[in-house]
């Protein structure tokens, strides 16, 4: 062989694993995450839900995968430039935690795959044709169990409150999603022998008045309907039931431990990491359109008796017993 032939031959030997290792390093797939919450404890069980669920498929953050995180703190008119900022870098895969976030990407997108996280009826919305065959570039997960799990919510309010009968339901009337669930409330509450009022608001500024509406409904207790809106305003929701001596239950478990009395309902954390699964099919090549729309497996019970006791209750210990955490 001459010099020149083995040189060149040579090059193209060397070269070609260094070109393999480039194109290796290249394809480190870049995810989008995007919540309407903040980045530290509300949003501590799908952040971490999320991770889990890509370390349980080999994926190590900043090793194998790049994850850019997206947090609104509950402000939704922030989503629309977080939606967009990420469909200008070349992201792969874009997690929506919740419904106002998969419409803000919805707008900018209809080629990067959108893997939903908790969504409240995504077939009314819009989102996708039907659960068996999303159709379009949005899949994922849905909030949604049975309609009829309202009734679980009160059936653990009057086993807590002794001779409840009157429950109001503070409701985000801007939330679509949530109409489903309050015509079957207002079915199975009367049913239960409890009197239903459904208080509704759409902004921060209208809780007070809210909760003075419920005042005049001499409602026992509240069933807080959950929405992203909801979940921004948990603080305030609490504070103001605290102050009214009202025990509430909630659909988000974080409200427990921010001094609501009690919530159950689907596990964020399981939900998202759940959706873990759909960014790796996604990666590895399976359309979103194909993929089915999976609902809930795993629910959680949660009570707070630091708080039962500032409301002079006493919750029966059948109660506790099927509590998946309970805080003192």
Same mark, same amino acid.
Request: aromatic share 8%; with cysteine; net charge neutral.
């Given at each position: 062989?001459?010099?020149?032939?083995?040189?060149?031959?040579?090059i193209?030997?060397?070269?070609?694993?260094?070109?393999?290792?480039?194109?290796?390093?290249?394809?480190?797939p870049?995810v989008?995450?995007?919540?309407?919450?903040?980045?530290?404890?509300?949003?501590?069980?799908?952040?971490?839900?999320?991770?889990?669920?890509?370390?349980?498929?080999?994926?190590?953050?900043?090793?194998?995968?790049?994850?850019?995180?997206?947090?609104?703190?509950?402000?939704?008119?922030r989503?629309?430039?977080?939606?967009?900022?990420?469909?200008?870098?070349?992201?792969?895969?874009?997690?929506?935690?919740?419904?106002?976030?998969?419409?803000?990407?919805?707008?900018?997108?209809?080629?990067?795959?959108?893997?939903?996280?908790?969504?409240?009826?995504?077939?009314?919305?819009?989102?996708?044709?039907?659960?068996?065959?999303?159709?379009?570039?949005?899949?994922?997960?849905?909030?949604?169990?049975?309609?009829?799990?309202?009734?679980?919510?009160?059936? =653990?309010?009057? /086993?807590?409150?002794?001779?409840?009968?009157r429950?109001?339901? @503070?409701?985000? $009337?801007?939330?679509? *999603? &949530?109409?489903?669930?309050?015509?079957?409330?207002e079915?199975?509450?009367?049913?239960?022998?409890?009197?239903l009022?459904?208080?509704?608001?759409?902004?921060?500024?209208?809780?007070?008045?809210?909760?003075?509406?419920?005042?005049?409904?001499?409602?026992?207790?509240?069933?807080?309907?959950?929405?992203?809106?909801?979940?921004?305003?948990?603080?305030?929701?609490?504070?103001?039931?605290?102050?009214?001596?009202?025990?509430?239950?909630?659909?988000?478990?974080?409200?427990?431990?921010?001094?609501?009395?009690?919530?159950?309902?689907?596990s964020?954390?399981?939900?998202?990491?759940?959706?873990?699964?759909?960014?790796?099919?996604i990666?590895?090549?399976?359309?979103?359109?194909? =993929?089915?729309? /999976?609902?809930?497996i795993?629910?959680?019970?949660?009570v707070? @008796?630091?708080? $039962?006791?500032?409301? *002079? &209750?006493?919750?029966?210990?059948?109660?506790?017993?099927?509590?998946?955490?309970?805080?003192?």
């Open positions: 062989m001459h010099r020149r032939e083995f040189l060149a031959g040579s193209v030997i060397f070269a070609a694993p260094l070109a393999a290792e480039a194109q290796r390093v290249a394809k480190i870049r989008g995450f995007l919540s309407t919450l903040s980045a530290g404890v509300d949003s501590a069980d799908m952040r971490g839900g999320f991770l889990q669920g890509l370390q349980d498929l080999g994926y190590v953050e900043d090793r194998n995968i790049v994850i850019e995180w997206r947090f609104a703190d509950g402000k939704v008119d989503l629309a430039d977080f939606a967009a900022d990420l469909v200008h870098q070349s992201i792969d895969v874009i997690v929506c935690t919740h419904d106002p976030v998969v419409h803000a990407v919805k707008r900018v997108t209809t080629t990067i795959p959108i893997v939903m996280v908790v969504s409240l009826d995504p077939i009314r919305q819009g989102y996708i044709a039907s659960l068996a065959r999303p159709g379009a570039n949005i899949t994922g997960l849905t909030w949604d169990s049975e309609f009829e799990i309202v009734g679980k919510y009160f059936e =653990l309010l009057r /086993e807590a409150v002794p001779n409840l009968s429950v109001a339901g @503070l409701i985000d $009337a801007g939330y679509p *999603g &949530l109409e489903p669930y309050r015509k079957v409330s079915e199975i509450a009367p049913k239960l022998g409890l009197t009022r459904h208080v509704e608001w759409r902004a921060a500024s209208e809780l007070q008045p809210a909760f003075e509406t419920i005042a005049e409904h001499r409602a026992q207790a509240v069933f807080v309907y959950g929405s992203a809106l909801t979940s921004a305003q948990l603080p305030q929701i609490i504070a103001l039931a605290t102050k009214a001596k009202l025990p509430t239950m909630f659909v988000f478990p974080q409200a427990v431990a921010l001094g609501g009395l009690m919530s159950y309902g689907p964020r954390g399981d939900l998202s990491r759940r959706s873990a699964r759909y960014v790796d099919r990666l590895k090549g399976a359309k979103p359109a194909d =993929l089915p729309v /999976e609902r809930p795993t629910f959680e019970f949660r707070n @008796l630091k708080t $039962a006791k500032a409301l *002079g &209750l006493t919750i029966p210990q059948s109660l506790l017993l099927r509590a998946d955490q309970i805080i003192e």
